[in-house]
């Protein structure tokens, strides 16, 4: 079972903004926050926002570099990925693979694919 997942951000406000209310409407709760950094709880696994250390921020996040490429959250039915593609579009959030979208993880496989702060791929796939 996956414990937590910890991610560094340049900019934790930015953040912010796009994880709370991502992560507030797929039913995670607000578990942990400081200064520097934030969490949220959904069961037992939670997610871990914290603020880039200056001297580490010139290097920047690539998600086609060795480490993280993606996170991926179950909804449950087509209309909830729907729904979500049009709340990133209208939040301004880029949609990836658009000329393939919704079944760019292939035809029996609805999504939707979007680059959230820093770049960080965000996929929310139907359950059915």
């Not at 200064?35 to 969490?39: A, C, D, L, N, Q």
């Not at 570099?65 to 490429?69: D, I, K, P, R, V």
């Given at each position: 079972?996956?414990?937590?997942?910890?991610?560094?951000?340049?900019?934790?406000?930015?953040?912010r903004l796009f994880?709370?209310?991502l992560?507030?409407q797929?039913?995670?709760?607000?578990?942990?926050e400081w200064?520097?950094?934030?969490?949220w709880?959904?069961?037992e696994?939670?997610l871990?926002?914290v603020?880039?250390?200056?001297?580490f921020?010139e290097?920047?996040y690539h998600?086609g570099?060795?480490?993280?490429?993606h996170?991926?959250f179950?909804?449950?039915t087509?209309?909830?990925v729907?729904?979500?593609?049009e709340?990133f579009?209208?939040?301004?959030?880029?949609?990836?693979?658009?000329d393939?979208?919704?079944?760019?993880?292939?035809p029996?496989?609805?999504a939707v694919?979007?680059?959230?702060?820093d770049?960080?791929?965000v996929?929310?796939?139907a359950?059915k």
């Open positions: 079972m996956l414990h937590h997942v910890e991610m560094n951000v340049s900019n934790l406000k930015e953040a994880w709370d209310d992560l507030g797929l039913g995670y709760t607000l578990y942990s200064e520097k950094g934030v969490s709880i959904y069961g696994t939670y871990v926002f603020q880039t250390e200056e001297r921020l290097a920047g998600r570099h060795t480490g993280l490429n996170l991926a179950h909804v449950a087509r209309t909830d729907d729904a979500w593609t709340r579009r209208a939040q301004g959030i880029p949609i990836l693979y658009e393939r979208h919704p079944f760019a993880g292939g029996n496989y609805y694919f979007a680059e959230g702060p770049r960080i791929k996929e929310l796939v359950k």
